[in-house]
């Protein structure tokens, strides 16, 4: 997302918390850490969601320190899909980036409690499913003054649904198994989705270089067919074609291509 929402901050604040190891993971018994004045707990009902079953009920709890109810605190609840983040170089940066989606702001009632019924635990939106994980977080926030700057004074817990997701394949041909540079490597091949998804629309991405997760992408056609072409260069090196279907319970396919750049030096 590229303009400063609220849910890109939060999933920010909660990605930083997420790495130092201050978010508490909710239990039916959550206890306050020494100067907290809140305690936070959510949870999910079900807690495993597949194809043809997205629905969930979300609810949680606040409480004060001394474990009494908090009624009236406004707590912000949001669906986090989670990515696995592309790092061929093993630097330390987060492995995992996020794409937020707020539920949703309920108010704790007498008895402390927050629900948001039926909630879809879905991908919405436009992005690449190409390294998405199957275990989706739901994040509850509540910050006393309001200022997510300030996130000394915000209280957080997070749950995982797991998606179980479909197997799919992709089937391919190259028109030659050994290329140099300037030949052009051209890889034709369909893609098969589980019975009742439609292929169409189905990115699949053609990587030859180690460094770069692909050169080239195209998306099927309605049949599941497609075709990719790539100007082989001297230093091409790894040759993978991956599929990311545009459904999040219909997982991707990747398959190795067996092809020899003969430009490249020999060892």
Known sequence: MSRKSLPTRLAAVTALLLTAGALSTPA???????????????????ATTDHDHRRVDVTGTVTKADGTPAPHIPVTVEEVVRFTTWNPWGDPIDPTYYEPRELGRPVSDADGRFTIPDVDIDHVGTSSLLNVQQGVQITALYDEDGDLNTP?????????????????????????????????????GRVTLPEGVEPGGTEVFLQTYWESQY?????????????????????????????????????????????????????
Not at 30 to 42: E, F, H, K
Not at 173 to 185: E, F, M, P, Y
Not at 230 to 252: E, H, K, N
């Open 28 to 46: 039916a018994s959550a206890d306050a850490a020494p100067g907290d004045a809140y305690v936070l707990t959510v949870s999910t009902d079900p």
């Open 152 to 188: 000394q004074d915000g209280y957080f817990a997070d749950t995982t649904v797991t998606a179980d997701a479909r197997t799919s394949s992709v089937a391919h041909t190259v028109n030659r198994k050994r290329l140099k540079a300037g030949d052009i490597l051209i890889v034709q």
């Open 215 to 267: 050169r080239v992408r195209t998306t099927a056609r309605a049949d599941g067919t497609f075709m990719l072409l790539a100007r082989i260069r001297d230093y091409d090196d790894t040759f993978t074609l991956r599929t990311a279907p545009r459904d999040m319970y219909v997982s991707g396919a990747s398959r190795s291509l067996p092809i020899t750049n003969t430009s490249l030096p020999r060892g």
